[in-house]
């Protein structure tokens, strides 16, 4: 993949807290991107911001930027004990909860400021444990969260910044009733620096920045187009006989560093996931049934490149920010046209380049003119010669046990011996917009 400096603004020219900059450094971030540009000079002020941004833009470090650079340069609430949080960022889901904290932990290493994380499912006692030992930074789900604050860990009546990610979204999964919960039990909006970033600053997330944030600056990022400039996109029309084959040959042909693979259901997940494995792809599957900590284990091996590519259903779609992701096959095109927008926005981040390669079948075609509709372009597209797919394919496993699981190759080696192969496309002409 292929990397830009997005702005020529650079994060040492800011007037950020030196230990900061050190946290900043240390994952090699000296350039900004434009929401990041933006955004700080803003927020160094002390000013409030609702942020618009499109996913993998870097708002992410904008914000854990702001709330660490202003916890070291504000005097703590007085009467404040270690136990309570001085900051809370909330997050629609526990996979982007934990991906928050994971980002943030150059600057807590740096700092020397605690944080901790409270999302629902798993590690309840540990997490537990963590907050009563005090962090100055709570990181979470809203529900959790809220759990906590009722068993009285916590209090929020020393909390300086505030950070809501992906309003947005916490619209859509019906969590506003939760934030309006927590940020009734905090200091006055004027008290603490508050931070809102959304994909839309839509009527109904404005009115919650008004609600309960002081003079909110609007810091919108306009995109050239909702799927991002940087992503290289493809459409195939495959037979349903061809499909999976068609999947496997373009893996070899692409032969992706770092690759998710998305199919609309749990079965076709486990199909992929089942055909890759027997083929010895070093394969995770990321489904809605997947336990917790099964989850976490899969996406930090992705993470680590001890896998090469993640089956998943829309789970994993949005919120998580994966670096490094050079290619998305949409298996099958989703039903709500948004979800193409959030898949393909795995990959392309940043700064990044990526590409999309996805399957307009025999059942998900007709998604498609919803979906360039809302994309306001075609997809390009291609075709492939069905003699050229490949054949010499083992029979797929399945889920049927563990054991089986346990054969998929992690060694290093990819699909058995075969090597990488090209087979050359033939594009066909874009159509008009």
């Known amino acids: 993949m292929k990397k830009t400096h997005i702005t020529e603004q650079k994060f040492a020219d800011f007037g950020l807290h030196p230990q900061v900059i050190e946290g900043l450094e240390k994952k090699g ?40 650079n202003h916890l070291l340069t504000t005097p703590e609430v007085e009467g404040r004990k270690p136990s309570q949080p001085r900051a809370i960022i909330m997050a629609p889901t526990r996979e982007l909860a934990i991906q928050i904290y994971n980002d943030a932990e150059s600057l807590i290493a740096s700092t020397g400021i605690k944080a901790g994380l409270a999302y629902g499912g798993e590690s309840y006692d540990k997490q537990l444990t963590k907050l009563q030992e ?21 209090n929020l009546n020393h909390i300086q910044a505030v950070v809501l990610d992906e309003a947005d979204r916490m619209f859509d999964l019906g969590f506003i009733k939760d934030i309006r919960f927590l940020f009734r039990r905090m200091p006055e909006p004027k008290d603490r620096l508050n931070m809102l970033f959304s994909a839309t ?11 309960h944030m002081h003079n909110p600056e609007h810091v919108v990022v306009e ?27 373009l893996i070899e042909e692409e032969w992706p560093d770092k690759a998710i693979i998305f199919a609309n259901t749990k079965y ?33 091996q992705f993470t680590q490149g ?16 994966i670096p490094l992701v050079t290619h998305v096959f949409n298996y099958d095109l989703p039903d709500d046209s948004e979800d193409y927008v959030h898949r393909i926005g795995r990959t392309g981040r940043a700064g ?23 994309i306001e372009h075609s997809i390009p597209m291609s075709e492939y010669d069905a003699s050229a797919l490949l054949t010499d394919l083992p029979k797929p496993l399945t889920l049927r046990s563990s054991s089986q699981q346990r054969r998929t190759n992690t060694t290093g080696s990819r699909s058995g011996n075969r090597k990488p192969q090209r087979r050359p496309r033939t594009p066909r002409p874009k159509k008009d917009s």
């Open 223 to 249: 995109a050239t187009q909702k799927t991002g400039h940087r992503i290289k996109e493809e459409l195939f029309y495959p037979s349903n006989e061809h499909k999976m084959a068609l999947l496997q040959t």
């Open 29 to 68: 971030f000296e350039f900004c991107t434009p929401i990041q540009a933006l955004a700080l000079p803003v927020l160094l002020t002390g000013q409030d911001i609702a942020g618009q941004a499109q996913t993998g833009t870097g708002k992410t470090l904008a914000f854990l930027t702001a709330t660490f």
């Open 306 to 321: 001890m896998l090469d590519i993640l089956v998943a259903t829309d789970v994993a779609a949005r919120g998580l920010h």
């Open 268 to 300: 076709r997940c486990e199909q992929v996931w089942g055909a890759l494995a027997a083929d010895g792809h070093r394969v995770g599957l990321l489904t809605g049934d997947v336990p917790q900590k099964k989850r976490e284990r899969i996406l930090e």
């Open 134 to 154: 005090g962090v100055d930074v709570l990181i979470g789900t809203t529900g959790r969260i809220i759990d906590f604050y009722k068993q009285k860990v916590f």
């Open 201 to 211: 600053l839509s009527y109904r997330v404005q009115e919650l920045a008004f609600e």
């Open 352 to 374: 990044e380049s990526g590409s999309s390669i996805s399957f307009a079948c025999e059942e998900y075609a007709v998604n498609l003119p919803a979906i360039e509709e809302y």
